[in-house]
């Protein structure tokens, strides 16, 4: 019984040492997964705030190569190539930096032999990094590199070439180079300005006008040119005024990223004249937009024949158009005795002493756009254009005086 207890004793002390020593192991196996996580990671860290951000680079296939130096293929090097260094000498070359850098680094791996390659890393003579290079697969070594904007000198030494040429273990301890990378604290450039500028209508009849809406961002400052000058705001709308020929404007934007220019034009065609007499509306057909304003001009042309007043009644669409204004200050017929507008109707009569002939302006009626759809004016019973002779009416069907027809979209 006594050997019995002893042998189960001797059975428990062996799992306990057996647990302590599996417990050791799996504490030394957490700390290597930590070290290299933390390794790792380190790294990555360093890539993203101690590197900052892209310089310029130089791959090694770039560089001017020693005796014993040559091009390789290397799947996984950077562009597919490399370059192995077999003998001692230096890889040298030029790299321009646009801004200051602050690190750099290397892309490099060993052909061991009997040791590691040293790679000693020179900038404009002074040296980075003096090191071995001691695995054999591609590695980046890093390097604090505090340079100005400029043209600078890279040079890349193996000094310690050896080889092994008798025995079964021959070998050649080379030096193999990808890529150098350098980085800096480089601030963003401001972003350029962009700008819109368009015109509405695009075309339009002798004597009328088109208004101009224009954006832009990223600017501080814009300023007119072509057929409009001046300062302007970064954003706005204007009218071009009365129009007599085929207009461009251009408008600049400018700001800490530069400038930027957009250019609109506006067609103008000559105004359609119905025959005389008649009363007509000038242009009598155009596409405008929901929520303008927009201005046509009521004529009359006699012809030859002497007038010396007008009346002008016509009807629109008031779920379409609402009624703004009328202006008769540049027409010549300068007294005026009616001037209504409001519910559909329309309704203006002037006349002059003395008399007029040909093509005049009646009026200039402005209308706001309520609603997609097509607006159709027509002059209706009462119009009429009075002989300074005869003190007669002189147009004959209202079906012969123009009409208007609007694309509202």
Not at 182 to 192: K, M, S
Not at 303 to 312: D, I, L, M, P, Y
Request: with cysteine; charged share 10%.
């Amino acid at each position: 019984m006594q050997e019995q207890e002893k042998a189960k004793t001797a059975q428990t002390n062996n799992k306990s040492s057996l647990l302590r020593h599996t417990s050791r192991f799996s504490r030394a196996q957490l700390a290597i997964i930590i070290l290299v996580f933390a390794a790792v990671g380190g790294y990555i860290l360093w890539q993203s705030f101690a590197a900052g951000t892209p310089v310029s680079s130089l791959e090694a296939e770039q560089m001017i190569l020693p005796a014993g130096g040559s091009v390789i293929t290397d799947a996984n090097a950077s562009g597919g190539k490399a370059v192995d260094l077999s003998t001692n000498g230096s890889a040298t070359g030029s790299v321009n930096f646009a801004s200051a850098i602050t690190s750099l680094t290397i892309t490099a791996r060993g052909g061991q032999c009997q040791g590691a390659p040293q790679m000693v890393i020179s900038l404009d003579g002074a040296s980075l990094i003096n090191t071995s290079v001691s695995t054999t697969s591609w590695t980046a070594y890093n390097a604090t590199a505090n340079y100005a904007a400029g043209t600078h000198s890279l040079s890349v030494s193996f000094p310690n070439d050896f080889t092994k040429s008798k025995g079964k273990r021959s070998c050649s301890r080379d030096l193999y180079l990808d890529v150098t990378n350098f980085y800096g604290n480089v601030t963003p450039p401001p972003a350029a300005p962009t700008v819109s500028l368009s015109a509405s209508p695009t075309s339009v009849s002798a004597g009328q006008a088109a208004t101009l809406t224009w954006n832009s961002s990223n600017a501080t400052a814009c300023a007119a040119s072509g057929a409009w000058s001046g300062s302007q705001p970064t954003s706005g709308s204007t009218s071009t005024g009365a129009l007599n020929q085929t207009s461009s404007y251009t408008l600049t934007c400018t700001g800490s990223g530069g400038s930027t220019s957009a250019t609109t034009s506006v067609a103008v065609t000559a105004p359609v004249i119905p025959p005389a007499p008649t009363i007509y509306f000038n242009p009598p057909s155009q596409n405008f937009s929901v929520g303008s304003t927009f201005t046509i001009d009521i004529r009359e042309n006699s012809g030859s024949a002497t007038v010396n007043a007008v009346q002008a009644n016509f009807s629109y669409p008031s779920d379409k158009l609402t009624f703004v204004s009328a202006d008769a200050s540049a027409s010549p017929f300068t007294t005026e005795a009616q001037n209504t507008g409001s519910n559909g109707q329309v309704s203006l009569a002037r006349g002059i002493i003395g008399s007029l002939s040909g093509d005049q302006l009646i009026s200039k009626i402005t209308f706001k756009v309520n609603v997609a759809g097509v607006a159709n004016l027509s002059f209706v019973n009462g119009t009429a254009l009075i002989s300074s002779t005869s003190n007669q009416n002189i147009i004959g069907s209202l079906a012969a005086d123009g009409i208007g027809v609007y694309t509202l979209q």
